[in-house]
């Protein structure tokens, strides 16, 4: 089945200095990757799409100069964390989709990132 | 994309069948009903989907009403390793702008 390999899979970084995570589909072309983050004992909220070869879009309340995105091929979504403070400690989660059998999508999803700032 | 509910919490006894049941009363025709699951700690892992008909697969089954307002996931045979969140979503099919909005899932507890 369709892989989805994110990394790294846990960082501590320093509060103002920046991260970056990497999400990598394995054995399909993504035209589309999504972003999420989860925060202890909640559910998974959606921060942004991304699109290959054009600009993220961004779900409301999250800020595209904090989070950036970047789709620069068809395997490889990034997602830079800048200027981190505590607040942005959280569990990040990226996900590709594909068009499978049947005319619709399928979605998979990376293991996730635990982003600490101290 | 229609608006999912789902109990926050369900136990299970181990070797029992879980059966996890979510509501979707304003799913549109195009939508289809996505079932994902997350242990702790780790990405949403693909279980099953379905549009209208049941659907199974090695993992579960889908069970959909007739008027699509609601589903029902089964786990024939719980395990303790299917302790985790279970997630019920309504979601376009097709297009472009097709994503997943993740609702808050049911806690489902297997126990020994």
């Known amino acids: 089945g369709a892989v989805v390999s994110q990394h790294p899979s846990w960082v501590i970084c320093k509060s103002g200095t920046s991260v970056k995570i990497e999400c990598r589909s394995l054995d399909f072309q993504a035209t589309t990757m999504f972003w999420y983050r989860q925060f202890p004992k909640q559910s998974l909220m959606l921060m942004a799409t991304?699109?290959?070869?054009?600009?993220?879009?961004?779900e409301q309340g999250v800020e595209k100069d904090k989070f950036l995105i970047n789709h620069a091929s068809l395997t490889l979504s990034t997602l830079t964390v800048t200027s981190a403070h505590p607040e942005d400690s959280s569990f990040y989660i990226c996900?590709?989709?594909?068009?499978?059998?049947?005319?619709?999508?399928?979605?998979?999803f990376g293991s996730g990132t635990r982003l600490t700032v101290v | 994309d229609a608006k999912t509910t789902q109990p926050p919490s369900m136990d299970c006894a181990e070797g029992r069948a879980a059966n996890l049941p979510c509501n979707h009363s304003?799913?549109?025709?195009?939508?289809?009903v996505y079932w994902y699951r997350q242990i702790h700690s780790q990405g949403p892992q693909y279980i099953i989907h379905?549009?209208?008909n049941n659907e199974t697969n090695e993992m579960a089954s889908l069970i959909i009403t007739e008027d699509r307002k609601s589903s029902t996931l089964i786990l024939p045979h719980a395990t303790l390793r299917d302790t985790a969140v279970y997630y019920c979503i309504a979601a376009n099919y097709g297009g472009a702008t097709n994503k997943l909005i993740f609702g808050t899932g049911t806690l489902l507890a297997v126990q020994p």
């Open positions: 996900s590709a989709r594909e068009l499978g059998w049947g005319g619709n999508y399928g979605y998979t």
């Open positions: 304003t799913i549109s025709g195009n939508e289809y």
């Open positions: 991304s699109n290959e070869g054009s600009k993220a879009t961004y």
């Open positions: 379905g549009l209208k």
